[in-house]
């Protein structure tokens, strides 16, 4: 599965972000694909999450109702709009697949596969 994430950037606290990332090389209903995201000096955490069987989403507390996960099956994508960016959001955002063990957490340990990553910069 390759992954690959755009649309990271400099915001300035408050402001609004679209990341997206192109999935291919697996065409399995059973995939999970979902954003994570590392600070500097902190572990990967799970952000969201979204089944391509169902269309079941996971967020973590920390961004529910700031920020949205979404998919166009057409174009095998996946896009996360955040809303009210945070200083705190700051971090490395990566794609993620999970093609075998979803748990149904959106936790890192979870994920096959990540993306290169997208930098998210939130200043105040």
């Known amino acids: 599965v390759q992954l690959v994430e755009s649309g990271g950037g400099l915001v300035q606290a408050g402001g609004s972000l679209r990341l997206s990332c192109a999935a291919s090389g697996s065409n399995s209903d059973e995939i999970v694909l979902g954003w994570f995201r590392q600070a500097p000096g902190r572990e990967r955490e799970g952000v969201s999450c979204i089944s391509r069987k169902d269309g079941s989403t996971v967020y973590s507390p920390s961004v529910k109702g700031r920020f949205t996960i979404s998919s166009d099956a057409a174009e095998n994508t996946i896009y996360l709009q955040m809303n009210s960016l945070k200083r705190e959001d700051t971090a490395v955002y990566f794609c993620?697949?999970?093609?075998?063990?979803?748990?149904?957490?959106?936790?890192?340990?979870?994920?096959?596969?990540y993306g290169q990553g997208t930098q998210v910069t939130v200043s105040s």
């Open positions: 993620g697949a999970i093609t075998y063990r979803y748990e149904g957490l959106c936790r890192p340990h979870e994920v096959d596969y």
